[in-house]
């Protein structure tokens, strides 16, 4: 793992879509092709901003997304594949194909399964990720499942990632939150060939010194990431206020 510490989030944003862009870049010229994963959050803002700008060939790239919430639909302003829409797929216009997590879907094991069959075959490059305040991944709350190959599964959202999605405003009461959510899981993460993980915000820095410091277990997925060599952290100085020695 390797970290990067930018003044501000702003200027994080534009040095992950930098390492993003390259990386990309790089998957067409040697496949011809490449996949990506795509999460969202505030923590992802920038990112988009900077890659929808970026001069690449879309057209050869497939994105996945990382989660959805159960029983929400597309259309709902806090609905995943709503802000997807809007800050990445329409500013990219021409992607390969884009598989977003329907979350609404009427036999969720079927979209599981569906998706599964998306992905198991498709090699990822770059999975874009985000650290909640309560140290997941995608929607893998503590203690989250480290053990299943699947690549996406149900998960039950716990009270403190509930609670995050109203204190950022995507919710206006902690009853409006759903309870539970597909992500894509841990492993599955740890698939791609590089991680791209952007982390702002003072809020996240417990998270950012669990990531890093904890023992690496279900009760830290983040920590999970310490496993992987090709993956890089991009912090703010106020999410980094905790690990004062990991400053490079």
């Given at each position: 793992?390797?970290?990067?510490?930018?003044?501000?989030?702003?200027?994080?944003?534009?040095?992950?879509?930098?390492?993003?862009?390259?990386?990309?870049?790089?998957?067409?010229?040697?496949?011809?092709?490449?996949?990506?994963?795509?999460?969202?959050?505030?923590?992802?803002?920038?990112?988009?901003?900077?890659?929808?700008?970026?001069?690449?060939?879309?057209?050869?790239?497939?994105?996945?997304?990382?989660?959805?919430?159960?029983?929400?639909?597309?259309?709902?302003?806090?609905?995943?594949?709503?802000?997807?829409?809007?800050?990445?797929?329409?500013?990219?216009?021409?992607l390969k194909a884009?598989?977003?997590?329907?979350?609404?879907?009427?036999?969720?094991?079927?979209?599981?399964?569906?998706?599964?069959?998306?992905?198991?075959?498709?090699?990822?490059?770059i999975a874009f990720?985000?650290?909640?305040?309560?140290?997941?991944?995608?929607?893998?709350?503590?203690?989250?499942?480290?053990?299943?190959?699947?690549?996406?599964?149900?998960?039950?959202?716990?009270?403190?990632?509930?609670?995050?999605?109203?204190?950022?405003?995507?919710?206006?009461?902690?009853?409006?939150?759903?309870?539970?959510?597909?992500?894509?899981?841990?492993?599955?993460?740890?698939?791609?060939?590089?991680?791209?993980?952007?982390?702002?915000?003072?809020?996240?820095?417990?998270?950012?010194?669990?990531?890093?410091?904890?023992?690496?277990?279900?009760?830290?997925p983040a920590s999970?990431?310490?496993?992987?060599?090709?993956?890089?952290?991009?912090?703010?100085?106020?999410?980094?206020?905790?690990?004062?020695?990991?400053?490079?």
């Amino acid at each position: 793992m390797r970290i990067t510490i930018c003044e501000d989030k702003h200027d994080m944003g534009l040095e992950a879509a930098k390492l993003g862009i390259r990386l990309i870049r790089e998957a067409i010229e040697e496949r011809g092709e490449a996949a990506i994963v795509v999460a969202t959050g505030l923590s992802q803002f920038s990112l988009y901003a900077h890659l929808g700008q970026a001069d690449l060939d879309w057209s050869k790239v497939t994105a996945f997304g990382l989660n959805e919430y159960v029983g929400i639909s597309a259309s709902h302003p806090s609905s995943f594949r709503h802000y997807l829409q809007n800050r990445f797929v329409q500013r990219v216009h021409t992607l390969k194909a884009y598989y977003d997590v329907q979350g609404d879907a009427a036999d969720l094991n079927g979209e599981v399964a569906r998706l599964n069959g998306l992905v198991k075959d498709q090699a990822i490059d770059i999975a874009f990720l985000g650290i909640g305040e309560n140290g997941h991944i995608g929607f893998n709350d503590p203690p989250a499942d480290f053990n299943t190959t699947d690549p996406y599964i149900i998960v039950n959202l716990d009270e403190r990632c509930r609670r995050q999605q109203v204190g950022e405003g995507w919710f206006s009461s902690f009853t409006e939150v759903p309870t539970q959510a597909i992500t894509m899981s841990v492993r599955q993460m740890l698939r791609a060939r590089h991680i791209i993980c952007s982390v702002p915000d003072q809020r996240k820095a417990r998270a950012v010194a669990m990531c890093l410091y904890d023992q690496i277990s279900p009760y830290s997925p983040a920590s999970a990431l310490r496993t992987k060599v090709e993956c890089t952290l991009f912090l703010d100085r106020t999410s980094s206020m905790l690990i004062m020695g990991d400053r490079r």
